[in-house]
């Protein structure tokens, strides 16, 4: 029988709803992230890199960019004849049949699909982090401390510590505790949402909990490995690591790469990280263009100006045009003569000639101003902005909007069009 | 399609001074992020072409580092694929490829075991797009033995290390100088042939009792009269890049919007091995005009109608114009190149001068890389 030591499965059926108009597509691993690439590149890079070559992905909200991105896995050197990447959607069974109920219930469903392998240990992650982390090494840290399951946590900032998951680990880093966002924290160690199990351990504590509703790793599965008395061990890990779950989270990331030296570099030759690019020619810079301060992918046209901005593959700018701190996606199409500072334009959308976005006072969002603030404008994938109209800050704009939309040619700060099914 | 491809990637050519040295011409480098022989390859595979063989002699070794895999251009396929036929050492033949009908003879086993009535055979130095359905739908409907892609050059083009063509009104080949000094026409082959199978086999065969080794003089000239030879006038874009003004012309053409828009745009697309670099990055100090990037390249400063590779750093205070950089250089600060093409993998230090006056200068230095 087939035996693999650890195989991964990877949680990227999340919505990501906090990254607005981003998602209301394509699931957030799917989102575009650094120019070129997916956020799902990273995780599965690391995998490839960890030397885990079997990799289960489990989709649910908006797949098809996803499965068209991973397909047999080729970018990741994940098409093997054993093994390999495996997309795993919710199916139907002859009892009963439900979608992905939580993190821990989506991983109950496809029970079958790791006895395959047969591992010694599962390793559990999620879809929508930047960074890059050697599995193997927190696999060692694993085998050593005997632990039954392993959870990576990063030191953070004390006063940021009630956003997250705390761990409290003694000197030996075995776990003694956990807080769920606690007022008062009593540790700076937070859960990076990444877990070593052995298989043996998960599974008993899968099929003991399965009757638990929209079970859940976190709020359920680590609890009760924790409180059947089984070895918990906090893998300390101090790399880059960045949750890009909101639009101002997202937006930082991204102008972190265009420092001089960024601390998350992909420049380095010994952790690659790979994506599926079907566009390979070179990018071209007119004899007008001015670039500085960013970074842009393949085959974008560039003939006006662009500063500090992350650009993403087959984008044109066209003349005369000034791009300022923003990002924008793949094949999306920018006329001449537009401003736009701090935005973040999504996939093929198409802005008219002479629009300004991202002008005058900030003001929250009518909608929700928990997601659409920043001061950003957010542009979802295969908008139409006419020409001529101005757009403010903390603003969404989904579908193909036309001149009538824009009371006197403007869109004012903490405005949303959300147009549906436009595009269809 | 009812043909095999073969692509003619042996060649070497002294008009392609020290660039040949590191690697065959059907592996240049060309565009920013392709080689040479993408387009012949590519131009197969959208052609719906199932079986392609690619010969291969002086040089090889970085081209079938390129042809490793042939997934990139959908080869990856049960039915055919990708063949790269090296020179080798039989019981019965000791030689190199002696030319051109040769090295087709010393694998005429594998012409004859392929099934497909047609073969397509093209160089690998040539940068083009073309459907091979349509050749060969003229082919069918001339009724021709052997069809030859051929192009009207420029009045004051140099064609002496071209085939020159004269045709008939039927567009029948009547005349067929191979590399003549002084041509009565400004037709030329662009070394892309269509004919039965069965048909390049007997010539081949023919030929090989003969001891006659070229396709162009021992085949294509000798039978001209007694077999119907037909020129396909192709008419879209079309350069051979084996001289070094040749080689530097084909890259610069890039940078005009039409040639950028018919190769890098417009469907089908030109396929390549896909190296998984980062974005090209821009810092404080660039300033990039009228210039093709390839992805991984890092600038710190000035670039002007240029054509810079993968990966290629970019020291501050450079000025690099009119320039071909090929991969993974590394530019060190202060360091002015101009009319020259700098070859992959060098390191040029800081504070250098590197100009071409009358014609281009080819720069490599050997160096040790910079450790950064």
């Given at each position: 029988?087939?035996q693999?030591?650890m195989?991964?499965m ?7 709803s ?11 691993p ?17 995998c490839i890199?960890?030397?885990?070559d079997?990799?289960?992905v489990l ?6 960019r ?7 896995g080729i970018?990741w050197?994940?098409?093997?004849n054993s093994g ?7 199916y ?16 109950y469903?496809?029970i079958?699909y790791?006895e395959?392998y047969?591992?010694?240990y ?10 890059k ?6 696999l ?15 030191p953070?900032p004390l006063?940021?510590a ?9 000197k030996d ?10 007022e008062?924290?009593r ?6 949402g ?13 099929c ?5 509703s929209g079970?859940?790793f976190?709020?359920h599965i680590i609890?009760?490995?924790h409180?059947?008395?089984q ?5 300390e890990?101090?790399?880059y690591w960045k ?6 989270s997202?937006?930082?990331?991204n102008?972190e790469?265009?420092?001089?030296i960024?601390v998350?570099?992909?420049?380095e ?5 790979y ?10 810079l ?5 670039v ?9 046209e ?18 005369g045009?000034?791009v300022?701190?923003?990002i ?10 537009v ?6 334009i999504?996939?093929?959308c ?15 969002n009518r ?25 403010g800050?903390?603003t ?5 909007t036309e ?10 700060s ?7 099914g436009?595009s269809? | 399609m009812?043909?095999i ?15 040949s040295n590191k690697?065959?011409?059907a592996a240049?480098?060309?565009g ?11 131009n197969m595979?959208?052609?719906h ?5 690619v010969?291969?002699?002086y ?13 990139w ?24 490829y ?6 087709m003879?010393?694998n005429?086993?594998?012409l004859?075991r392929?099934?497909?009535?047609y ?21 069918i ?15 004051e083009a140099?064609l ?21 000094m ?6 030329i ?6 004919m ?13 009792a ?17 077999k119907?030879i ?7 874009y079309?350069?051979n ?14 940078l ?5 828009k ?5 469907e089908?697309?030109i396929y390549?091995?896909?190296?998984d ?5 821009y ?7 009228n210039s093709l ?17 993968k990966?290629?750093?970019v020291?501050k205070?450079?000025?690099?114009k ?8 590394y ?6 190149i101009?009319n ?5 993998r ?5 504070n ?5 006056d009358k ?5 490599f ?5 910079y450790?950064l």
């Amino acid at each position: 029988m087939v035996q693999k030591e650890m195989i991964a499965m990877l949680l990227a059926g999340g919505q990501g709803s906090r990254l607005g108009v981003l998602t209301a597509k394509v699931a957030k691993p799917a989102v575009a992230f650094g120019g070129k690439y997916s956020i799902i590149d990273f995780p599965l890079s690391n995998c490839i890199n960890s030397g885990i070559d079997t990799v289960g992905v489990l989709t649910q909200y908006q797949p098809l960019r996803l499965n068209s991105h991973i397909g047999i896995g080729i970018p990741w050197d994940l098409d093997r004849n054993s093994g390999g990447v495996t997309v795993l959607p919710p199916y139907e069974k002859s009892d009963n049949s439900e979608w992905y109920t939580g993190t821990a219930n989506a991983i109950y469903q496809n029970i079958t699909y790791i006895e395959n392998y047969n591992p010694e240990y599962v390793l559990i992650l999620s879809g929508d982090h930047i960074y890059k982390m050697d599995y193997e090494v927190m696999l060692d840290f694993h085998k050593e401390k005997h632990a039954d399951v392993t959870i990576a946590a990063m030191p953070v900032p004390l006063e940021e510590a009630s956003r997250f998951g705390i761990v409290i680990a003694d000197k030996d880093r075995k776990i003694q505790e956990f807080e769920e966002k606690p007022e008062h924290p009593r540790s700076n160690l937070a859960s990076m949402g990444i877990y070593i199990f052995n298989w043996s351990v998960l599974k008993e504590a899968l099929c003991a909990m399965k009757d638990q509703s929209g079970c859940d790793f976190g709020k359920h599965i680590i609890p009760y490995c924790h409180d059947k008395g089984q070895n918990l061990y906090a893998y300390e890990y101090n790399g880059y690591w960045k949750d890009v779950g909101t639009l101002g989270s997202y937006w930082e990331a991204n102008m972190e790469l265009i420092d001089l030296i960024p601390v998350f570099n992909l420049y380095e030759e010994y952790w690659k990280i790979y994506t599926k690019s079907d566009i390979i020619a070179p990018q071209y810079l007119s004899s007008d263009s001015v670039v500085e301060r960013s970074i842009i992918g393949e085959g974008s046209e560039i003939y006006g100006q662009v500063y500090n901005s992350v650009i993403g593959s087959g984008v044109v700018i066209g003349n005369g045009t000034v791009v300022r701190d923003s990002i924008i996606m793949k094949n999306t199409k920018i006329e001449d003569h537009v401003t736009i500072n701090k935005s973040i334009i999504a996939r093929n959308c198409q802005i008219g000639s002479s629009v300004t976005l991202g002008t005058g006072e900030e003001a929250p969002n009518r909608l929700n101003a928990e997601i659409y603030s920043f001061g950003l404008v957010t542009i979802g994938e295969d908008s139409v902005i006419p020409e001529g109209v101005s757009v403010g800050k903390n603003t969404a704009i989904a579908g193909v909007t036309e001149t009538a939309d824009y009371p006197d040619g403007c869109l004012k700060s903490g405005e949303v069009i959300i147009k549906a099914g436009d595009s269809l | 399609m009812k043909a095999i491809g073969i692509i003619l990637a042996g060649g070497n050519n002294s008009r392609m001074q020290e660039l040949s040295n590191k690697r065959a011409i059907a592996a240049m480098p060309v565009g920013g992020s392709y080689r040479c022989i993408d387009f012949a390859l590519s131009n197969m595979s959208n052609s719906h072409i199932q079986t392609v063989a690619v010969l291969t002699q002086y040089n090889a070794r970085s081209l079938n580092e390129h042809l490793s895999s042939s997934k990139w251009w959908d080869f990856g396929r049960k039915h055919g694929g990708l063949f790269v036929f090296n020179p080798t050492v039989t019981a019965d033949n000791s030689w190199w490829y002696r030319g051109t009908a040769d090295a087709m003879y010393q694998n005429i086993s594998f012409l004859k075991r392929c099934h497909e009535p047609y073969v397509i055979i093209s160089s690998g130095d040539c940068v083009y797009k073309i459907d091979f359905n349509r050749v060969l739908d003229y082919h069918i409907e001339k009724k021709a033995d052997i069809t030859v892609v051929c192009k009207d050059m420029a009045p004051e083009a140099d064609l002496s290390r071209f085939g020159v063509i004269r045709m008939n009104e039927d567009a029948r080949v009547i005349e067929f100088e191979e590399k003549p000094m002084v041509s009565q026409s400004n037709t030329i082959s662009t070394g892309i042939y269509i004919m039965r199978r069965r048909q390049l086999i007997e010539m081949l065969e023919r030929s090989a009792a003969e001891d006659r080794w070229d396709f162009v003089t021992d085949i294509l000239i000798r039978y001209k009269n007694m077999k119907r030879i037909y020129g396909y006038k192709f008419s879209d874009y079309w350069n051979n890049i084996a001289t070094v003004d040749s080689y530097y012309q084909t890259n610069m053409d890039f940078l005009k919007p039409d040639v950028r828009k018919y190769f890098f745009r417009d469907e089908p697309r030109i396929y390549s091995k896909v190296d998984d670099l980062p974005p090209a990055k821009y810092n404080t100090g660039s300033d990039v005009r009228n210039s093709l990037i390839a992805s991984g390249c890092i600038i710190n400063s000035k670039v002007e109608n240029s054509v810079l590779f993968k990966k290629v750093f970019v020291g501050k205070n450079c000025v690099i114009k009119n320039s071909v950089i090929l991969n993974d250089v590394y530019i060190g600060d202060n360091t002015h190149i101009e009319n020259c093409i700098v070859e992959s993998r060098d390191t040029l230090k800081a504070n250098t001068y590197y100009c071409g006056d009358k014609a281009i200068k080819i720069v490599f230095e050997n160096n040790e890389r910079y450790v950064l």
